[in-house]
């Protein structure tokens, strides 16, 4: 069973701060595809990245930055210098290879960022 | 680009009565996904459509139904509503030969708020 835990149901910083969320997955697979989501208050999906169980490179793209740990079954995501228009929930999701690539979404963490 | 199209953005219904949302993919995307999200929930999977036969099902009512159609657009019917239904609703497409490229990116709509009274 596909299973992602985000441990962290709210997050709340200050302008410029940095901020860390944390995932950890459970998946049978030994393929499979891990997401994160952002939701902002205005309620769609924004697609932030896509990476794959071979890929474990870390990636950074502006002021975002993701860190992929096989070894622990983690893939956590870093905003830098946070900014007010980050605040929103953000979702992990891991997509099951086995069953059509549906995504199972974690719990979600609303990050709030103060001015 | 074109993206996944989801109307209505809004609906409100009362209970017991029916409603029907419906869903555009992306041009050339065959596979169509729709998702639950109740107030601070994260989404739930409900169905998935591949080439209009239904390839998956999650937690979905018996009260709901939904289908894809020969132009790949999809309706989720819900009847009988129930004020627990109130959330909002994802329709979200691919492209299955991108699966294995590993290209595969569910592309999301930006949902339909259904309100039950």
């Known amino acids: 069973a596909q299973k992602v835990t985000q441990a962290q149901t709210e997050i709340s910083v200050v302008e410029k701060e940095d901020v860390t969320l944390d995932c950890v997955y459970e998946?049978?697979?030994?393929?499979?595809?891990l997401f994160w989501y952002k939701q902002p208050p205005s309620g769609e999906l924004v697609f932030l990245i896509r990476?794959?169980?071979?890929?474990?490179q870390n990636e950074i793209s502006g002021r975002y930055s993701w860190n992929f740990q096989k070894s622990t079954s983690s893939f956590n995501f870093t905003i830098t210098a946070s900014q007010v228009v980050d605040s929103a929930v953000y979702f992990c999701?891991?997509?099951?290879?086995?069953?059509?690539?549906?995504?199972?979404f974690g719990a979600g963490t609303t990050v709030t960022v103060r001015a | 680009a074109a993206g996944v199209i989801q109307s209505p953005r809004h609906l409100i219904k009362e209970k017991r009565e029916t409603a029907t949302l419906k869903c555009y993919p992306i041009?050339?995307?065959?596979?169509v996904y729709w998702y639950q999200q109740g107030p601070g929930q994260d989404p739930q999977f409900l169905i998935s459509?591949?080439?209009?036969?239904?390839?998956d099902k999650g937690s979905i009512p018996d009260r709901f139904s939904a289908q894809q159609f020969s132009d790949y657009h999809s309706e989720l019917n819900m009847s009988s509503l129930e004020l627990g239904d109130s959330a909002l609703y994802f329709c979200?497409?691919?492209?299955?030969?991108?699966?294995?490229?590993?290209?595969?990116?569910?592309?999301f709509g930006a949902g339909s708020r259904l309100t039950v009274l």
């Open positions: 979200a497409s691919s492209e299955f030969q991108d699966r294995d490229s590993g290209a595969n990116v569910l592309t």
């Open positions: 998946t049978r697979d030994t393929t499979y595809y």
């Open positions: 990476r794959n169980s071979f890929d474990e």
């Open positions: 999701a891991l997509s099951d290879t086995n069953n059509d690539y549906k995504l199972s």
């Open positions: 041009p050339r995307h065959d596979t």
């Open positions: 459509f591949y080439e209009k036969m239904q390839s």
